[in-house]
């Protein structure tokens, strides 16, 4: 077994499913000589040819359109936005039609798709290369939200979502894709559920709930922390729709404070409804507001490194919320 | 495989030609319970039922793929839906086997029938075509698929976007515009740039028709050659049928208050049903006596769909939440 | 003053701002002639010709592109979406494009536009035209977003949105177009300012708040829960973003619990911002936890009415809410 | 008024010329900086300067309107950009006269010389244009909006939206597409179906032209009849010209690895540049020696715009939420 990042683990799980299952198929932008422009597909139209791994025109709505003509054809696509900021054209594909094909053929049809995308900052993308849409899909029944943040939980729900019987949002945080390495597991081996997050550490004093890049950030936070004998627990969503609302509440009542960490703009973000749901479900167990912790609300991270930085969190401003909630 | 006029036997233009007369009836029995309060909403499908039927009489239920849209209320009979089975969904009964009366009548949608169900949506039924016509191509079973849409449609991103991709490569689809010059109250010259439909075909290197949408006969020939081309390997054809709106929008709409009087009463007159009769009776297939007889049987169908339709139970409150996902 | 219903408020605030300002236009499909599918307007094509009210091809992309562009030469667009539901071909267009031009230009360029949707349930309007997607613009900075519920605050707020230097999505619940008449004050008298919520009914048990068609439907709810001498007290936001964060702090820290009542499917709907905000800011004060009413997590609702009532929230099924945190 | 060859006076061309020398050097020195790790990210306009110039040079700035694209480099100098804002942008300064160092180089904008501020997303320039189009239709004064955008651009809905529409109100609108025959590593038969570009124009009734995008004279002359034609109240042309991608799509790009080697080198031995000083130097307009010293002024101008633009002030981390609504 060797050693991957995040978008070497991308790929294996593209290479590995479309070996198990001949239906799988990739479709996007540049996929396919290129290998993606991030490479998360290099070498596969090589090895599985130009209909198995299609370059399409640059148009996301058809994207869209054509990979849940696809699905509903029994094949599994693979749909990849070249960027989540440009997954925008394809809105009206993937919410009014492609979340409710089930729903609304009462069960007739269905609509087995993945759609890919990179998402998040801090890798001077600017306002359209960086944006963290999450919010938008997690609001849409019918659609599950996959965000990983290691390469082996991008492995593995990567694989679970192309074999789930539903469409799947598979946000990528660009920002680990070429970060930290690990062993993964082959074949089935490497599946792993969606809808099941895990401790990332755990610890007494403050629960810290966050997904995608920002589980480094906070565990690099939780280490400032732990100098001053905070002890926090991190949970990694890991999918946002279902979320795993257990897992936290047990964390939330063990430790009766919660802080959720997201890198999206503040207002609006999928951080809200995890705050909401677990204020009202470990009520009683709270010693101090939920906080959020979040991008401020402006259009998205500029290009300019001092604004980037003004922008993104990064510890120790997640160092300060969690160190003001452990003081409440 | 009917790929001209020849395999067109008596028979079969018969039978078509019951059909369309069964969609007017049920169209205008819709209208009698409509100003009942006995249903809430109709598309109506008067002045398209010809060009419809034609249309689907030239492919092959069953083998083919049907993208349909809402005022395809005939075409939905010529795929095989019973006279019951749209009241039903006119009902919003449990059994529509569409929806089970989760979407307003005329989004029609049978697997095993090869209709795709549809959305209220303008357009994006398009480039879903495109897919199911390359997933079809990659079968190379020489089935095809079959999408409609109005004028109005053309208009839409979605519409160039499909086109597109399924010119590139060459997916056999049969693109169907039902041209009626109005988009609710817009008249084509605010909508459609040019000279019309079937001119847009150019753009993508396809063949564009305009065909008479009251010509039975000529409509079943230009869809059959679309139909040989797809299956040949040819790629696509768009079809721009040129029909009459004879009714409203929808019930929710009043031409009237739009539209000059002298031109909807020019256009009553031109009723395509009327010609289609004429056109069977001149060729010594139908006799005055013999029509006569088929509408008095289709009346007593329209009857007994009704009856059953209206008797039907509602869907069960408790299922509201089902098909959201696989597992609900 | 004649007495107005809601819809008939929208017209009369378009007309007033026409007549007052020569750069207000007003585009959509179906808005010139036929006055739009819900009347809002309704003549006003006749009074100020077509180029001012403009039937535009049925392509919601570019409605919100054309729009941008008459803003940036300084006109005062006035687009209509005609339903919120057909707002997702726009989704590109609105927040990429237009919610960032002044962001985007360090504020060199504004984008001062008012897009118009007809909102939310409960007239049979099924999965495409029912639909509550405010969360998705309330994520959004760089929009502001109002939703209005009683002619004279549709009115007020119109007015004050078209004048308004940054761009609003606006919606309009139609199930209240044609319910209570309001006698409305006139020209810069009905003005109102964006970002005030109006207390609609004061209490001080426990505090509700919300927006929308919900509003009428928390009002009902809450002179039922009067008999068993709960006395709710009610917000009604009317602008979304920005929201009126201290009017409901001051009325949360008076009642000490909190409900947030929305017509949105429940999993990040905009209700989850407010509860967790003032989850947050009201830690202190609460006696209970902040409860959601909101719809069920489907799709949308459906066509049949056993299936729509399922879906919508009634004065029951809030009291049942309401009394549960009452007794929490 | 500039409407044909005739006021294309030496001087005028010489400046022309000097313009595209100027893009040249500039972009020359972008990629020196960018090696040396100074610069973050570029997309050069190599091998398309000519045709941008001879656009530009055609048309009136102060009066048009001009919505640029990414790779416009060349264009924004002819609109009056200096060598030191166009570096200003590129190291993202705060004076940075487009974004104040928000967004990445190429998305330019200036208010004051009717350059329309861009974004980074493909195609929603088109409808926009449009808009503006219709706006100053409306205004009567004879200004027109140029468009540019790449091949890969007219595969969106949202090109098709634009054509549509201005087309349909013949908009004083100059569509112009740079075809460089490859969108990142999409080449153009996986991209555009048909024959080519400029036929698309006869989908909407409108000219359509193709123009070899390195000869001066002939793109000068099909825009200035683009230019009459619009200004004469006559709608928007479609102009296809034909240039070459001499370099990668961006420095994120290497086009070796999906280009063929010797294509490459042939395009290489093409560049546009010697082309247009060579037809200069045969109509004695200029001298080898001229040249020279053309260039070398050009030379000192870069020296002096990147020094200048070096030493500026990054924006202020504190003005990161400034302009996201008018009154911040
Ligand atoms: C995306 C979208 N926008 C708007 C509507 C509302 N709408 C329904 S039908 C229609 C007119 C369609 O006209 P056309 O395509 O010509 O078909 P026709 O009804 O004439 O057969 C409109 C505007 C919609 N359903 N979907
Ligand atoms: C909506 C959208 N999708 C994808 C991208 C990523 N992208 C940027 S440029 C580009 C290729 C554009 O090619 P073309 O239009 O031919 O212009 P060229 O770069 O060749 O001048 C792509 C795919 C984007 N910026 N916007
Ligand atoms: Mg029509
Ligand atoms: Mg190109």
């Known amino acids: ?328 | 495989m009917p790929t001209d006029d020849r395999s067109l036997t008596p028979e079969r233009v018969l039978d078509a030609y019951r059909t369309v007369l069964r969609a007017r009836a049920l169209d205008d029995r819709r209208f009698v319970l409509n100003r009942a309060g006995k249903l809430a909403f109709i598309i109506s499908p008067r002045g398209h039922e010809v060009a419809q039927v034609a249309a689907i009489t030239a492919l092959e239920p069953g083998r083919d793929r049907f993208c349909l849209y809402y005022r395809n209320f005939a075409a939905a009979l010529a795929c095989g839906f019973t006279p019951e089975e749209l009241m039903l969904s006119a009902f919003a009964r449990a059994s529509d086997p569409s929806s089970g009366g989760r979407q307003t009548p005329g989004n029609f949608g049978s697997r095993r029938r090869g209709v795709i169900i549809g959305s209220s949506t303008v357009g994006p039924q398009i480039p879903k075509a495109a897919g199911i016509g390359l997933a079809l191509k990659w079968r190379g079973e020489g089935g095809l698929c079959f999408v409609s849409f109005g004028e109005g449609a053309t208009s839409q991103g979605d519409f160039h976007e499909g086109m597109n991709f399924a010119a590139i490569h060459r997916c056999p689809v049969i693109f169907f515009c039902e041209n009626n010059h109005w988009a609710i109250s817009v008249p084509q010259r605010l909508q459609v740039a040019g000279p019309g439909v079937a001119e847009r075909a150019g753009a993508y290197g396809i063949p564009g028709v305009r065909v008479s949408g009251d010509d039975f006969f000529e409509v079943y020939r230009v869809v059959a050659q679309a139909a040989s081309r797809a299956r040949a390997g040819e790629g696509p054809t768009l079809i721009e049928a040129d029909v009459l709106r004879l009714q409203s929008h929808s019930t929710d709409d009043d031409q009237r208050a739009y539209r000059d009087a002298d031109e909807l009463a020019a256009e009553a007159a031109r009723d395509p049903i009327p010609r289609m009769r004429d056109a069977l009776i001149d060729r010594g297939w139908l006799t005055p006596e013999g029509d006569r007889r088929v509408g008095e049987e289709v009346s007593r169908e329209v009857e007994r769909a009704t009856e059953a339709a209206e008797a039907a139970p509602d869907p069960d409150p408790a299922s509201l939440a089902r098909h959201v996902y696989a597992d609900g």
Chains 1, 3 share one sequence.
């Open chain 1, 1 to 328: 077994m060797a050693e991957r990042n995040l978008v070497q683990a991308i790929r294996e799980a593209l290479l590995e499913e479309m070996e198990r299952d001949p239906r799988v198929c990739v479709l996007g932008e540049d996929v396919g000589r290129k290998g993606g422009v991030f490479k998360a597909t290099e070498g596969l139209q090589q090895r599985f040819g130009e209909d198995r791994v299609l370059d399409t025109p640059l148009a996301e709505s058809s994207i869209a359109g054509v990979a849940q003509g696809l699905a509903l054809e029994d094949y599994r696509p693979v749909a990849e936005m070249q960027f989540a900021d440009y997954s925008y054209p394809a809105f009206n594909q993937i919410v009014n039609e492609i979340a409710r094909v089930r729903y609304r053929s009462n069960g007739d049809f269905s609509c087995p798709l993945v759609i890919r995308a990179p998402t998040g900052g801090g890798v001077r993308g600017a306002l359209y290369h960086s944006q963290s849409p999450e919010a938008f899909y997690c609001h849409v029944p019918g659609l599950k939200v996959v965000l990983p943040s290691t390469p082996a939980d991008a492995k593995g729900l990567l694989k679970a979502a192309i074999r789930d019987p539903d469409p799947v949002i598979f946000l990528e945080p660009k920002k680990l894709y070429r970060g930290a390495r690990q062993e993964l597991p082959e074949g089935e081996a490497a599946l792993l559920p969606l809808g099941v997050a895990t401790v990332v550490r755990p610890g007494g004093d403050l629960t810290a709930i966050t997904y995608g890049f920002m589980r480094l950030v906070t565990l690099q936070a939780a280490a400032l922390l732990s100098r001053d004998r905070i002890d926090v627990e991190i949970i990694d969503l890991r999918t946002l729709r279902p979320w795993d609302i257990e897992t936290c509440v047990r964390s939330v009542e063990k430790t009766g404070r919660l802080a959720v960490i997201y890198e999206a703009n503040r207002t609006g973000g999928f951080g809200a409804e995890i705050a909401a749901e677990l204020a009202e479900r470990c009520f009683a167990s709270l010693d101090a507001p939920v906080t959020r912790i979040a991008s401020p609300d402006v259009p998205a991270m500029p290009f300019s490194t001092s604004l980037e930085h003004a922008f993104m969190l990064n510890p120790d401003k997640v160092a300060d919320g969690l160190r003001r909630l452990a003081r409440y």
